[in-house]
């Protein structure tokens, strides 16, 4: 009983790793003050959400920008590809909490 309560915690802990837009803000805090207490799954699953979270806010910030400063026909273009762009990272962090919490 107290080994899969362990083991919960511990899923619990990489689930909020992998939240959107907050998770690899937790990750990188964890990674940078904490990377002594982690283990290896910690330390691969905070990476995975810093890259997935930074590739994420670099390819938004840059579709915003270039959305706000062209023309009207391809600046709709551009915010319909960031929305496109930010429900696939939305949908990614769901899939990876699922497979990490259907894992035995």
Same mark, same amino acid.
């Given at each position: 009983?107290?080994?899969? =309560? &362990?083991?919960?915690l511990?899923?619990f802990?990489?689930s #909020? !790793?992998l939240?959107?837009?907050? /998770?690899? @803000?937790w *990750? ?6 904490? *990377? !002594?207490?982690?283990?290896? &799954?910690q330390?691969?699953?905070g ?6 979270g #930074? *590739? +994420?806010?670099? %390819? !938004?910030s $840059?579709? +915003?920008l270039? /959305?706000?400063? $062209?023309?009207?026909i391809? %600046? @709709? =273009?551009?915010l !319909?590809f960031?929305?496109?762009? $930010?429900?696939?990272?939305f ?5 990876? @909490? $699922? =497979?990490l +919490?259907?894992?035995?």
């Amino acid at each position: 009983m107290a080994k899969n =309560r &362990e083991q919960n915690l511990d899923k619990f802990q990489l689930s #909020l !790793y992998l939240m959107p837009i907050f /998770g690899p @803000i937790w *990750a990188l805090i964890n990674l940078k003050l904490f *990377a !002594y207490n982690l283990n290896s &799954e910690q330390k691969k699953t905070g990476k995975i959400s810093v890259n997935l979270g #930074l *590739a +994420w806010l670099i %390819s !938004y910030s $840059t579709l +915003w920008l270039g /959305g706000s400063l $062209t023309s009207d026909i391809l %600046s @709709i =273009r551009l915010l !319909y590809f960031n929305g496109i762009l $930010t429900t696939t990272y939305f949908l990614i962090c769901l899939i990876l @909490i $699922t =497979r990490l +919490w259907s894992k035995k």
